[in-house]
């Protein structure tokens, strides 16, 4: 996984529920690319046509409030999003988003300080976040090392198919 | 180090040391998902390269959201979590003999006091009125539940609800929930672990305790925990499908924040569009003209929901402009309600009832709203495009809310109908 990304600014507000990232009419169907052309359908009609693969993602307080479908990130990755920006994130989706490999950050600061359309650039591994409109830089919340290196594995699968495939040979 | 609930709970189950904020690994006692966080659980297993789940006893499907299948992709849906459950061995009822999981599950007997329980479904945390760590995950975290019989937690701080004093009878445990959060807000408790406590929480049946654990997530908490009492033990003992050891927590225990609630100030509420917090008294709401009603969902479809909904509509008509849709969330609860003529009491006031499923909660089926459509719902979330088009509007409240406003064919105070005296008494038979 790259952990450097430059793309355009979407700003939306406090509370962007899994119902409007995804709705549950999609439901029926967990493939990313199918999700993907509903991605924020009922918060911003439209957001799928005039995006581009490498935009990013930024919000207010709890994002991702809602329902536990993992849907809602994989519909993010899958519309192209490099990583989603929010003061801070609802627990389940803050879970699924690590497990699930979409790059997320949390800074206050930098919810403040960037408009929708401003030219952004996040170095993810050191969480700093440099909004090239106005030069302006922010440093995210760092995570805990434990969900560090759950990220630099790659996700959950790759950690559960090691610690399994250890057990496995000291059942031998 | 004295320990709240939630910390109590998370130490009878990890090796790791237990503090707010720190991360453990923890064994899990149940993990479940439903016919839409299935399939991809399922998926995600067979990347871990997982042959076979920790314990086939423990772990299971409810087909519950878009069940009866409603279309061709649900039918997959559904047909692909069958197969897998078959083939692990582990639990999965068929529709007509399930219902909506939160209340499934612990009329089962699957979701105990002093246990810990992932399902892939935010509203798990209605197994915290058992005294249950009971959280929602993401379908890759069941999949490694599955697979592992344990998952990680950031122990999270404890926020203590007290409820003192004695509600009016016509105030409902989602009056109370409603209440709370329109006072927190939807992230008051983000990360945070609830523990409900006080006399008017002592006072609340079992059923109405499942309704209030359940919206602990739509105040952002990881659990909402009631401590066990006779009441738990009393529904627990007699539906057990495995022993159990209840947890409490101790005296002295930190707190991050006391939050205290007057139960005798409280009224029956309701949640306008488009948030569980923007709460109002049912009261100051006449003046809101309603096109359909849903009484039902994993937050307020048991039997003690649809006999305070009885307890209004019998001998009562819905307005003539107005649907009703009630939807008992067990097979189990209809049976009984129709043992007890609230199914009667349902279809002579002029309701559509159909077998347990989420249906309308989600959008799903069973009553999807139209453009400019407005419906007052016992379900737990208003958001934009809830239960359908984003132009509709859902409001949320308790049963005898619903129930009174079905009849006026408007937002209505339940008192507008009954007396004092006419409300059922909760409780008495647990
Ligand atoms: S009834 Fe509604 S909230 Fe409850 S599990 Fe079903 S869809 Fe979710």
Redesign the pocket.
Known sequence: MTDRFLGKAWVYGDNVDTDVIIPARYLSTSDPAELAPHCLEDLDPGFMERMAPGDILVAGSNFGCG?SREHAPLAIKGAGVSCVIAASFARIFFRNALNIGLPILECPEAVKGIRSGQRIEVNLAEGRILNLDTGEVFSATPFPPFLRELVARGGLVPTVKARLEEKRRNAR | MARTLAEALIASRTEDHVEPGAICRVRVDFAFA?DITGAPAIAEFARMGAETVFDPARCAIVP??FTPNKDIASARQVQAAREFARKQGMLFWEVGRAG???AFLPEKGLILPGEVILGA?S?TCTGGALGAFATGVGSTDLAAAWALGETWFRVPETIRVVAEGKTSPWVTGKDLVLSLIGRIGVEGARYAALQFEGQAIEALPMDDRFTVANMAVDAGAKVGLFIPDARTLGYANKRAARPFEPVFPDPGAKYAQTVRMYASRLEPVVALPHLPSNVKPAGECAHIDLDQVFIG???NGRLRDLELAAAVLKGRKVHERVRLVVIPATAEVFAEALKRGFIETFLEAGAAISTAT?GP??GGHYGILAPGERCLST???NFVGRMGHTGSEVLLCGPLVAAASAVAGRVADPREFLGLDEVPKGGEEE
Do not use: A, F, M
Request: proline fraction near 0%; glycine fraction near 0%; charge should be negative.
């Open positions: 329902s | 439903n519950d959201h909506v999981e939160h479904d509203h969902s994993c937050t989420c909660c989600l379900s737990n979330r």
